[in-house]
């Protein structure tokens, strides 16, 4: 009996690509599985998606034929573009797939893998808002064959060269986005999005009083020029008859995408070979830092104990990612809300007390800001006497930053509203404005501390400390406002009796009400501060 040997034929290999592909799905279905509030977020962001991008495509459409049609199509991918351009930079975290850095050990060469990466990334809700932005954007300007056949190779140019941009900006920037200054960046998102939405307002005002978009044209020109939004100029000059512009469009459109993706393949290779040098350069750093003794900043300061926490102070809020957010957040908009005012023709030079109360707010929960590490304070905090010193360091910390800024908004906005003469009374009471927020934020930060946590960049007070940061908040706003009645008064009374003469008198006492506040803030924190350090340091160290 003779007895036969059939080899089992090997099972076929998976490509590269359908891995990925099935990766990026186990990776949003086991995210969504973590929390049952996760899924519900992916859920309502999916469906207001979606609406939002139905009601785009409506939109589109009923636009077909207008004369502004491509001036629209074309400006809106463009903005699309950009953001997603953008988008790395600020939400390093919201997609794993994004970091290819876990991809460095795997034995994979970079043309495979760069296209299985690109073919996953094109899963999710993102690409997919993008594919039907970019048909609408295409369905309101394709007329006729020529423009039909543009669209159906500018809308994928389109999706795919948007995602394609992004995953090269996130390759070659990975590890800048993975470091501190990386997390710095985020947290600056929202201060993006705010100067976003002001340059929006002012350029909607602005439209509005031309009364149409033609005088968004030269713009059109321009971007038409820069894919992947060339895609849809494209249409548009094929719908029109410009085939020759139609053809180097649609080119100009491939020849960047293929440029993207060779950037974004030099930088993996780039990430997969060479060692990461940010650990050598913190070293080169703090080395450079020990020569040089407690650095520049240090010289600049006074001696002693003062000088030791103003530095203290001033290297969190250069060092620390939440306490720098807030105060570039501050800076920004206070800068911008004025001065865009005063553009629109509605401004006022007292808009400069906006800038002054949102750089006030910095002085509230100081010893939260330092989390568990206030112990470290605390140990040098004995008596009233300390205290006391401790909190004027603090204070002159951010007087140091406000009083110039207050000054520069002040004269910012009398140069754009030209009107000089009333920048003495604003000013004077700006710098009222400025002591009171100092004062109630000392006497704030010593009754009302709440821990800021540090496991989150989003939450600035843990759970079950809300009501105490309103309580400081929302009672040292009302609190500066009333302390700043007499010299708001003083102001009404001068321009009710016409004593126009006078009102320069307010400069001065308003720059001397502010430090008599500043004064007895301290005064009055400082004994409650020493009396109160164990509770203050068991509400800051809950984070």
Known sequence: MTTTNTAAAPSPVPSLTSVFVHLKLSLLKNGLRQSGGRTAAYVTTAVVGLLFAAAMVLSFALLRGSANAATVAVLIIGVLSLSWAVMPLFIPSGDETLDPSRLVMLPLRPRPLIRALLVASLVGIGPVLTLVLAFGAALSVAHGAAGTVAAVLAVP????????????????????????????????????????????????????????????????????????????????????????????????????????????????????????????????DAGAEEKSGTGRLARLLPGGRTGAVMERSLRYVWRDPKTKAAWVTSLAIGLIVPIVNSLQGAGS?????????????????????????????????????????????????????????????????????????????????????????????????????????QDSG??????????????????????????????????????????????????????????????????????????????????????
Not at 516 to 533: E, F, Q, S
């Open 157 to 284: 140019l389109v999706t795919v060269g948007c995602v394609a941009l992004s995953r090269a900006v996130a390759a070659a920037n990975i590890r800048l986005l993975t470091s501190r200054k990386g997390r710095d960046l985020a947290l600056l998102s929202g201060l993006v999005i705010a100067v976003g939405i002001q340059v929006v307002n002012f350029g909607a005002q602005r439209l509005s009083q031309a009364g149409g978009l033609d005088v968004l044209e030269p713009a059109t020109d321009v971007v038409a020029w820069l894919p992947p939004a060339a895609a849809i100029g494209a249409v548009d000059a094929a719908s029109t008859g410009e085939y020759g512009v139609a053809a180097a469009r649609l080119l100009l459109s491939a020849a960047a995408l293929a440029g993207v993706v060779y950037w974004w393949r030099r930088s993996l290779v780039r990430l997969m070979v060479e060692p990461d040098g940010s650990t050598i350069g913190a070293a080169t």
């Open 349 to 453: 030079i007292y808009w400069a007390c906006f800038a002054t109360g949102m750089l006030g707010v910095q002085m509230y929960n100081q010893f939260g800001q330092d989390t568990s590490a206030f112990w470290m304070v605390a140990q040098t905090i004995s008596t009233t006497a300390d205290a006391y010193a401790e909190l004027r360091a603090r204070a002159l910390a951010i007087l140091l930053v406000t009083v110039p800024y207050t000054l520069l908004v002040a004269a910012a906005t009398a140069a754009v509203l030209g009107d000089w003469s009333a920048l003495p009374e604003a000013l004077g009471l700006a710098l009222a404005l400025l002591g009171a927020g100092v004062g109630t934020g000392a006497v704030a930060s010593a009754l009302f501390p709440y821990s800021i946590p």
């Open 458 to 543: 989003y939450k600035n007070v843990v759970p079950g400390q809300g009501g105490l940061a309103w309580m400081s908040i929302l009672g040292g706003m009302f609190g500066s406002a009333l302390l700043c009645a007499p010299l708001i008064a003083a102001t009404i009374a001068l321009h009710v009796t016409d004593s126009r003469s006078l009102l320069w008198v307010l400069l001065p006492a308003g720059a001397l009400y502010g430090a008599l506040l500043v004064w007895a803030g301290l005064k009055v924190a400082a004994p409650r501060t020493a009396r109160r350090l164990p509770e203050i340091l068991t509400a800051v160290s809950k984070g």
